[in-house]
């Protein structure tokens, strides 16, 4: 699949010109993919220059929904990008399990060590992640095992922010131009709550229910036994009308929450690190 780079600025074709040099001279690249925006531009980009150079493996673990899980998987079918599904356990880290604010690191380390090793495996060289600039600007603990492991960042050698990568992905015509941003359901967790598996699969089926209803940019927060709702300020008005209110509550508390609220502030990525900030 080519890509028309005169319907870019120029700005923009220099950026991804310079992205696929940067991945060329790799000569052979996996990429760990999630199936969001970020590492479906970098695996069709990495699969364009390399060809079966060029690979997509996804580590799995409780903290991913089915339904992420299912669209990457249906994303490298459409395209025949080889894809390699390896399952990984970061419950077995104690800073993971009870949600340190490094959490993140550990969890990262342990998928990119095992991707790594398949790569090696299948004679491919280097291991890709798909972090953009504009991640440079949040509290990031993964990043740390990204440079440890020596984990490349191809977008951030391009110098390719979100809105880049969007603009870039609509010219190539991928479906994941306009997918909402996604974190592991483990950001869900308030820090210093035990992470379990029984609480992922609440969380996991409450936001599939929100997305069932419309609301495609949603998180749930939980908080012990309390679920926080937060959906762009303009569908607070909606998620809140008696219809839906009551729907979401019933499901919430069948799933086992105890309480169940909306924020009123509305959604924010990474809300959950204002705790960290509040603690300094």
């Known amino acids: 699949m080519g890509i028309e780079k ?16 940067y991945i060329r001279g ?9 199936g969001g925006v970020d590492s ?27 339904r992420e899980l299912k669209e990457a998987k249906e994303f490298c079918k459409e395209r025949e990008i080889r894809h390699i599904i390896c399952k990984v356990n970061p419950m077995k ?3 993971y399990r009870h ?37 440079l600007g949040d509290y990031r603990p993964g990043l740390k095992a990204v440079e ?7 977008l951030r050698e391009a110098g390719l922010t979100k809105q880049d990568i969007r603009e870039i992905s609509k010219a190539l015509g991928l479906p994941t131009w ?14 210093g709550e035990e992470i379990t598996e029984e609480k992922l699969r609440m969380l996991d089926q409450a936001e599939q229910f929100l997305i069932e209803h419309g609301f495609l940019e949603e998180r749930v927060r939980i908080h012990g036994n309390i679920a926080r709702i937060e959906v762009p300020a303009k569908d607070i008005e909606r998620l809140a009308s008696e ?21 009123m502030k509305g959604y924010k990525m990474g809300s959950m690190n204002a705790t960290l900030q509040k603690a300094k």
Request: contains cysteine; negative net charge.
């Open 178 to 191: 306009s997918k909402p941003a996604y974190a592991c359901l483990a950001s869900r967790f308030v820090y």
């Open 99 to 135: 949600n340190s604010p490094d959490r993140c690191y550990f969890c990262k380390h342990g998928i990119f060590t095992e991707i790594k090793k398949i790569a090696a495996e299948n004679g491919i060289e280097y291991v890709a992640e798909g972090s953009n600039m504009d991640d």
């Open 6 to 21: 005169e319907s870019l600025s120029t700005e923009l074709q220099d950026k991804l010109t310079r992205l696929e040099e």
């Open 40 to 66: 479906s531009l970098l695996l069709v980009v990495a699969a364009n220059v390399l060809g079966d150079k060029a690979m997509a493996i996804t580590g799995v673990d409780a903290s991913i929904p089915e």
């Open 243 to 263: 219809e839906i209110r009551e729907a979401v509550y019933e499901k919430f508390k069948a799933l086992g929450f105890m309480f169940v609220t909306i924020d």
């Open 26 to 34: 790799l000569g052979s690249l996996a990429v760990g993919f999630s």
């Open 148 to 154: 440890e492991l020596s984990v490349k960042s191809p």
């Open 93 to 95: 880290e104690e800073s």
